[in-house]
């Protein structure tokens, strides 16, 4: 029995979003604009079938395909979201599952850091895989539950505000994404991110 975690589409891929998954994916790598699809499952061996599903019902491209020791993510584009909704179907039959039945998304924890000290700027510079974040900038950092979900929360704090995508982990236990700017565009990025992750129904995680 496969456990959905994480089901996401996101309908556009904003330009810094597209690029840091081109930075840190092993995959055929997205563009700004097309179509994307998360998906987290456990156990994690299965999102070799699970990909294996999705590339065979329609025309989408490999991004990402992970297994960790609980969990497996894989992401899918595409230029038509039509095919990337239409994979993430075939995929649901497949297994037997409904959208509704992957996990609601739970907000660990939201933090913002204000004007910031350059040399904490530069610990943070040293691990991020996007932009930079400059002293005297804000910092705003979202952990959630599962995961996967913080692709989505990064693409739509980018959609709503001038900001810089820095970090954003997508895999394992916990999700994390990690954006800095001017505090006047974190202000409008942060509730935009939390609200994202809102407006996803599912089940409630058991604890």
Do not use: W
Request: glycine content about 6%; aromatic content about 4%.
């Amino acid at each position: 029995m496969v456990d959905l975690r994480t089901y996401c589409v996101i309908d556009s891929l904003q330009p810094q979003f597209a690029s840091f998954q081109a930075t840190i994916a092993q995959g055929f790598l997205p563009k700004a604009g097309q179509a994307s699809l998360f998906v987290e499952i456990a156990p994690g061996i299965e999102i070799n079938r699970v990909m294996d599903i999705a590339l065979k019902s329609t025309h989408v491209t490999p991004g990402m395909q992970i297994v960790e020791r609980n969990f497996g993510m894989l992401e899918v584009h595409s230029d038509s979201q039509a095919d990337v909704r239409q994979a993430g179907e075939a995929i649901l039959k497949t297994l037997e599952l409904r959208e509704d039945q992957r996990l609601k998304p739970r907000v660990i924890s939201d933090q913002v850091v204000r004007h910031l000290d350059d040399h904490q700027c530069m610990l943070i510079n040293r691990m991020r895989h996007g932009n930079l974040i400059l002293a005297g900038q804000t910092l705003f950092v979202l952990e959630c539950e599962p995961a996967g979900y913080a692709a989505l929360a990064a693409n739509e704090a980018e959609k709503a505000a001038d900001i810089n995508i820095l970090e954003v982990r997508a895999v394992g236990s916990f999700g994390r994404v990690y954006i800095g700017g001017e505090e006047k565009d974190v202000a409008v990025a942060r509730p935009a991110a939390i609200a994202a992750l809102a407006a996803i129904n599912g089940r409630s995680l058991q604890k």
